[in-house]
């Protein structure tokens, strides 16, 4: 069985600061990850995903994500945070058959 | 190239009416996919079609609601009777195949039910 967490509902940083939003999961056999973007009145937008190689993923946006087998996280990250990057961001892991399992996301606040 | 293409964006009904959405996947994407998202929730899936089959549709209410995807292309979901609790967006997506990891899911927009 699949499952993710995201432990915080929500993340506050000003505009410039970096940005960090954490996530954790569970996965029979190899992890695939992804992370998406949710914008107000919008659709999921794909940022990025780990399938194998590098722990280091980088995506769309300048965002970034580090996969950490050990601590079994997969936490996303941007250097420089915009306003615009005020959204809902969801972890999700890859099952069999190509299904993704959504945790409750983590709206992310950057203040001007 | 086009995104997924969903209809209506809002819908209104009253409890006990039937509604039904549609979906039209990107060109050429195979698989499927149909999710509810209730609010402050992430989506869940409620039914897969791999061209015009249906690959899992497990989570699906299968006494209230229905899907098809004729000729492997357009979709449409029904929900007959509504209750209140199906308040929410449904999102559809589409993928080029569901046999491989690599094959990122694109949302359409989504279209948000109000159940009164």
């Known amino acids: 069985a699949q499952s993710v967490a995201q432990p915080e509902d929500q993340v506050n940083v000003a505009e410039g600061n970096p940005l960090t939003v954490k996530c954790t999961y569970s996965?029979?056999?190899?992890?695939?990850l992804f992370w998406y973007v949710q914008y107000p009145n919008r659709g999921l937008q794909f940022l990025l995903k780990?399938?194998?190689?590098?722990?280091l993923v980088k995506g769309s946006y300048g965002f970034e994500a580090e996969f950490n087998k050990s601590q079994t996280s997969f936490h996303l990250k941007k250097p420089s945070a915009l306003v615009s990057d005020s959204a809902l961001y969801f972890c999700?892991?890859?099952?069999?058959?190509?299904?993704?399992?959504f945790g409750g996301g983590t709206r992310v606040l950057v203040k001007p | 190239e086009a995104g997924v293409a969903q209809s209506p964006r809002y819908k209104i009904i009253e409890k006990r009416q039937s509604v039904a959405f549609w979906c039209n996947p990107i060109?050429?994407?195979?698989?499927l996919y149909w999710y509810q998202q209730i609010l402050g929730q992430g989506p869940k899936l409620l039914i897969q079609?791999?061209?015009?089959?249906?690959?899992?549709d497990s989570q699906l209410p299968k006494d209230r609601f229905s899907a098809e995807r004729l000729k492997g292309v357009d979709s449409t979901l029904k929900i007959q009777p509504a209750k209140l609790e199906d308040s929410a967006v449904y999102l559809c997506?589409?993928?080029?195949?569901?046999?491989?990891?690599?094959?990122?899911?694109?949302f359409g927009p989504g279209t948000r039910l109000t159940v009164t």
């Open positions: 997506a589409s993928s080029l195949d569901s046999q491989g990891p690599s094959y990122e899911q694109y």
């Open positions: 996965v029979s056999g190899n992890p695939y």
């Open positions: 780990y399938i194998t190689g590098d722990n």
């Open positions: 999700a892991p890859l099952a069999a058959g190509n299904k993704l399992t």
């Open positions: 060109s050429g994407h195979a698989t």
């Open positions: 079609f791999q061209n015009n089959g249906v690959v899992d």
